[in-house]
């Protein structure tokens, strides 16, 4: 799997936007980026994923760069709940190799 | 429809017992994946299973690990002679397998702690 890259740490506001940058500069074309998250305590849950566009969904949004070596996950009202870690993880879309890689993550900080 | 089960949430050992990790997938998911995290630490793939069969075991310990998947009943991870350096939560997750699949359920982990 290719690697990527995150910061540690970020803080954020609460009630503001958050962006959550990953960095995958040895992407490959067939190479789907996801985002999972796992909040205190608990097991990772899946946030969003995307291929080329943009995407969003009741959770969050993924901004795709136009190269594909970087992304960036944006929450757009940011609240307690949303304190995790946010991994950034590749996977292959071609199947064959079905496991996702966990890197290090960000850790997310909400400041009431 | 159920998510993905752990048992026992939290088990205890002493050092030199043997521990059994148990995880029933989604319903209708055929595909389940073990992976261990230590304190403070991110998460690290052990081992990838389809019904009755091995896929992927690259990250599995050579020695005292084991992993199945019955045709029947939940997966199991078996873990013999614990050492404290075991202690840490393992996190089960499922998915449909094949190519279009895209997001994968994880349960709420098993807590591991050697004494």
């Known amino acids: 799997d290719a690697k990527t890259t995150q910061p540690n740490s970020m803080e954020s506001n609460e009630e503001e936007p958050v962006h959550l940058p990953c960095n995958h500069s040895t992407i490959s074309g067939t190479d789907y980026i996801h985002w999972y998250r796992q909040l205190p305590s608990q097991g990772p849950e899946y946030v969003i994923h995307g291929l080329t566009s943009n995407v969003n969904n009741r959770m969050a949004s993924l901004a795709i760069a136009e190269d594909r070596k970087s992304s960036t996950l944006i929450l757009h009202r940011a609240t307690l709940r949303d304190a995790a870690v946010y991994y950034c993880i590749l996977r292959d879309r071609r199947g064959g190799n079905e496991k996702l890689t966990f890197g290090t993550g960000t850790r997310l900080t909400i400041i009431p | 429809n159920a998510g993905v089960m752990q048992n026992p949430r939290h088990l205890v050992r002493r050092r030199g017992q043997e521990a059994r990790l148990r995880c029933s997938p989604m319903?209708?998911?055929?595909?389940v994946y073990w992976y261990r995290q230590l304190p403070e630490e991110g998460l690290k793939f052990m081992v990838y299973l389809q019904k009755e069969n091995i896929i992927d075991e690259s990250g599995m310990p050579k020695e005292r690990f084991s992993a199945e998947f019955p045709k029947e009943g939940p997966s199991i991870l078996r873990i013999q002679q614990v050492v404290r350096g075991d202690s840490a939560a393992y996190f089960c997750?499922?998915?449909?397998?094949?190519?279009?699949?895209?997001?994968?359920?994880f349960g709420q982990g098993t807590r591991l702690t050697v004494v």
């Open positions: 997750a499922s998915s449909p397998g094949g190519q279009a699949w895209v997001e994968a359920f």
């Open positions: 319903k209708g998911h055929s595909h």
